[in-house]
Each structure stands twice: as structure tokens, then as C-alpha cells.
């Protein structure tokens, strides 16, 4: 359940913010084409990890993109499962 709802919010995401996400660079003087468009979006904190779903989620989808996942320490500890996965994670009182 958990792994279906990430990857229908993934591909929710990623498509409302794709124009935010690929930028065109500006033609430089002297370039006879513009570089092509890259990825802007490198880092993303998922504040509120739980199990790393949505960090799975990015994963199964080729996204190319580092995830913080962060369990509040008001809630179950589910770090030491995130960590299983091969995730990076953190608690966090905020």
C-alpha cells in the first residue's frame, strides 16, 4: 500500500514540477547552442520518512535524486528500518 501510494505521488510530482525542475541555460556570447536542460533538483528531506517509501519511490522511477529521510522523534522510531534499506536517515525534533 505504502509503495503504490509513493509511486502514484512521484509520478504526481514529478510532472507538476518539471518545468520547475529542467531549466534551459541562457545562450552564453559565442555559444552557437544553448545547453541542453538539466536537473535542478538534486537534494530532497523528506521530513517525515516513516519507512523510506517515497525515497523507494524516486529510486524505482530512475529518479536521479538524494534523499534525507527524517523520522520525527514524536512518532515510532522507524529509523533503524530505513537504515536497513541502504537509506540515509536522521531523527529530528523540530
Known sequence: MDSLKWKLAVQDYWSLLSP???SDHPKRPGDED???P???LRNVLD???QF???NHALLEAGKNIWVM???PTTVPDTLPL???RGFIG???NW
Open 82 to 84: 530505513i537504515l536497513d
Open 20 to 22: 520547475l525542475i529542467f
Open 90 to 92: 536522521t531523527s529530528h
Open 47 to 49: 521530513t517525515n520518512a
Open 52 to 54: 523510506g517509501g517515497f
Open 34 to 36: 544553448p545547453s541542453p
Open 38 to 40: 538539466f536537473n535542478m
Open 69 to 71: 529521510n527524517v523520522v
